[in-house]
């Protein structure tokens, strides 16, 4: 299968209300969301959002409830209509599509999974599935042959003919999930996809996810107000507050150097072990004879682990040809685990 | 000025209102209701057809039709044995031949008002501007009484089977298109936006989620339909409707009790019988959001 294309936001603007138009200059001006909305009662839902969404990589969009994030991934595939901006995919822009040139992008290309599931209730589990086949004409024969696929893929084997509503929340999501990927689109929209699911339900779809994304390189957004999660599935994340991006990068960038006192308050209370690599801990001077080995790019915790186990107090860190690069120490992942960096 | 007389239009000017309006729907009747009338041919062959099919058909044949179409809408035995009873006892005491035509009657009224109720049903769900405009159209056709749109109609059809029709629909089909609009309103916009979001046309959220999920609402429509029908039957039979309204007209005419009754009783249990299976029908339906996952 071919790269997928990336996605590129550009200057994004939402404005909700009957004159979005114009209060759009009144915004790039410098007018706030509160000002917007007690003297011109139109809220502003997204302001000058610019992201570049790599191509077969997952992009986490994150932030708490009204941050502006589920207006953001509606407008990848034009639910919601932008006030001002583009929405570039490959050399197409989303937002300049003809209603039907939009429905055709909306066939082949995307896929969404909704917070909700959103499944059709008198629909069984394959005839969910089918759904977006259906609606690109291809024959029920090959769409539930294609379906059938997935289905087992996300592990619904044997329930082809249950209802939607004989499943479990985790189950039904699988539909959703196998519904989407069914359609065999570039992009997967992932809208707090998991967010309703028990804890350990959502770490094992969360599991699912990422051994898709592993043999399928897709473009996924996903939306998400949890910043584990984030951390957990994104490859990049960006962080909305009040409909604008207050940050984005990797995982490590946000958790070691966090822009602003609202990012680092979520910060602190992540698992830092599970987040931050040994390289970015390790001494890089220094290399030491024989001894003990922890391969590049393993994660604090698993490290900690390491040492546990030996009961040697440093380590090389090797790369994949066995070359040391640096050396770890048991004082430095301890500190580096426990001391939560501040912006 | 006195105020307690109304300031009213004189009796001279009302009447001379009232021929100018009479007078010039008689000339439109004149003019178009041949026209009019044969526009509505085909239906009333087909009502025709249905009744004489009905009627000299041997009954057994008949019965288990009926039966049969009972027993396949509410796949319950219970029902079907009540229906059987009831349709015997009716046949037993004479009425079969009125009774048949007053089904047959019923059953071209609720065809009539689902064709043409269930799409301006789905007009007014998706426009705010047409239901506002269909609303009080539907309000009239239900508190008017029906006595007064009988007037124009038989002016226009004259007496039998047609103008019955027409009335029975008028005052059958609000419902229909209600419970219609009111379904495809109350889809779950969740469910909606994920047709939106896989590409679906106009036609396919239509015909994929709208109407299928409204469809539960929109049986309760055709059995309210029904319903309605089946009351109208004594008020048609004054326009010459034949079926089981006329002997009951003539009962109240003569003040025959016991024949009021008898063929009273037999418009209930037909009412009973199309309600019962209906019903079972629009719950059969709804099977999929009944099996809870516990």
């Known amino acids: 299968m071919a790269e997928a294309t990336g996605i590129e936001i550009r200057n994004l603007y939402k404005i909700f209300g009957p004159d979005g138009e114009t209060m759009v200059e009144k915004v790039k001006a410098g007018m706030s969301k509160t000002e917007l909305n007690e003297d011109f009662n139109h809220v502003l839902g997204l302001n000058d959002i610019n992201i570049s969404m790599p191509g077969g990589k997952i992009q986490v969009v994150m932030g708490l409830s009204g941050s502006g994030k589920s207006t953001l991934i509606r407008h990848i595939n034009r639910l919601i209509d932008p006030t001002a901006g583009e929405v570039l995919y490959g050399d197409e822009d989303v937002c300049k599509m003809s209603a039907r040139e939009l429905r055709e992008f909306r066939r082949h290309k995307t896929a969404m999974v909704f917070q909700k599931f959103a499944l059709l209730p008198h629909r069984t589990v394959m005839k969910n599935t089918v759904y977006g086949l259906e609606i690109q004409g291809v024959g029920a024969k090959e769409a539930e042959e294609r379906a059938a696929r997935w289905i087992a893929r996300v592990g619904l084997e044997g329930f082809e003919d249950y209802y939607p509503n004989q499943l479990s929340g985790g189950m039904q999501q699988r539909v959703g999930l196998a519904r989407a990927l069914t359609n065999d689109a570039d992009i997967l929209l992932m809208d707090e996809a998991f967010s309703a699911l028990d804890p350990l339900i959502r770490m094992d779809m969360q599991s699912?996810?990422?051994?898709?994304?592993?043999?399928?390189?897709?473009?996924?957004?996903?939306?998400?107000?949890?910043?584990?999660?984030?951390?957990?599935?994104?490859?990049?994340?960006?962080?909305?507050?009040?409909?604008?991006?207050?940050?984005?990068?990797?995982?490590?960038?946000?958790?070691l150097n966090p822009a602003d006192e609202y990012i680092s308050s979520f910060v602190k209370e992540v698992n830092r072990g599970?987040?931050?690599?040994?390289?970015?801990?390790?001494?890089?001077?220094?290399?030491?004879?024989?001894?003990?080995?922890?391969?590049?790019?393993?994660?604090?915790?698993?490290?900690?682990?390491?040492?546990a186990d030996s009961g040697e107090s440093k380590a090389n860190v090797v790369d994949a040809s066995g070359t040391p690069v640096g050396i770890l120490t048991v004082q430095d992942t301890i500190t580096a685990m426990v001391t939560p960096a501040s912006h | 000025m006195d105020w307690v007389e109304f300031p009213s239009l004189g009796r001279r000017d009302l009447r001379d209102l009232r021929l100018a309006v009479d007078g010039s729907f008689k000339e439109f009747t004149r003019a178009y209701g041949e026209t009019l009338e044969s526009i509505f041919e085909p239906l009333k062959t087909f009502l025709v057809w249905l009744e004489s099919l009905l009627i000299t058909s041997p009954w057994p044949?008949?019965?288990?039709?009926?039966?049969?179409?009972?027993?396949?809408?509410?796949?319950?035995?219970?029902?079907?044995?009540?229906?059987?009873?009831?349709?015997?006892?009716?046949?037993?005491?004479?009425?079969?031949?009125?009774?048949?035509?007053?089904i047959a009657m019923v059953a071209v009224c609720t065809l009539v008002a689902i064709v043409c109720g269930i799409p301006i049903g789905i007009l007014m769900a998706r426009s705010d501007r047409v239901q506002a405009l269909v609303n009080p159209?539907?309000?009239?056709?239900?508190?008017?009484?029906?006595?007064?749109?009988?007037?124009?109609?038989?002016?226009?059809?004259?007496?039998?089977?047609?103008?019955?029709?027409?009335?029975?629909?008028?005052?059958?089909?609000?419902?229909?298109?209600?419970?219609?609009?009111?379904?495809?309103?109350?889809?779950?916009?969740?469910?909606?936006?994920?047709?939106?979001?896989?590409?679906?046309?106009?036609?396919?959220?239509?015909?994929?989620?709208?109407?299928?999920?409204?469809?539960?609402?929109?049986?309760?429509?055709?059995?309210?339909?029904?319903?309605?029908?089946?009351?109208?039957?004594?008020?048609?039979?004054?326009?010459?409707?034949?079926?089981?309204?006329?002997?009951?007209?003539?009962?109240?005419?003569?003040?025959?009790?016991?024949?009021?009754?008898?063929?009273?009783?037999?418009?209930?249990?037909?009412?009973?019988?199309?309600?019962?299976?209906?019903?079972?029908?629009?719950?059969?339906?709804?099977?999929?959001?009944?099996?809870?996952?516990?």
């Not at chain 1, 592993?214 to 107000?225: D, G, P, Q, R």
């Not at chain 2, 039966?67 to 079907?80: D, N």
């Open chain 1, 208 to 255: 699912v996810l990422l051994d898709l994304q592993e043999e399928l390189h897709k473009t996924i957004v996903f939306i998400t107000h949890d910043l584990d999660e984030a951390l957990r599935l994104g490859d990049r994340i960006a962080i909305l507050r009040d409909g604008a991006v207050i940050q984005q990068g990797t995982g490590q960038d946000i958790v």
């Open chain 1, 274 to 307: 599970r987040v931050i690599i040994v390289d970015t801990v390790m001494d890089r001077d220094n290399k030491l004879e024989g001894g003990l080995t922890i391969p590049t790019g393993v994660m604090l915790e698993e490290a900690a682990k390491s040492f």
């Open chain 2, 137 to 294: 159209v539907l309000d009239l056709m239900q508190t008017m009484p029906s006595f007064v749109y009988l007037i124009p109609v038989v002016m226009i059809f004259g007496l039998g089977k047609v103008p019955g029709v027409i009335a029975v629909v008028i005052y059958a089909i609000p419902p229909m298109i209600r419970l219609t609009n009111l379904g495809i309103r109350l889809v779950d916009t969740d469910v909606l936006e994920a047709a939106d979001a896989f590409g679906s046309s106009a036609w396919q959220k239509l015909t994929n989620v709208q109407l299928p999920l409204a469809l539960p609402t929109i049986m309760a429509g055709i059995n309210q339909c029904i319903m309605m029908s089946l009351a109208m039957v004594v008020v048609a039979s004054m326009i010459g409707v034949k079926g089981l309204g006329q002997p009951v007209l003539q009962a109240i005419n003569n003040q025959y009790f016991t024949m009021g009754v008898m063929n009273g009783l037999a418009i209930v249990a037909i009412a009973i019988i199309f309600d019962r299976a209906t019903q079972a029908y629009g719950k059969r339906l709804q099977k999929h959001s009944e099996v809870v996952h516990g």
């Open chain 2, 61 to 102: 044949l008949v019965l288990l039709a009926l039966l049969a179409i009972v027993f396949v809408m509410s796949r319950s035995v219970k029902i079907t044995v009540g229906s059987m009873i009831a349709l015997l006892l009716i046949g037993y005491f004479g009425m079969w031949e009125d009774t048949m035509r007053t």
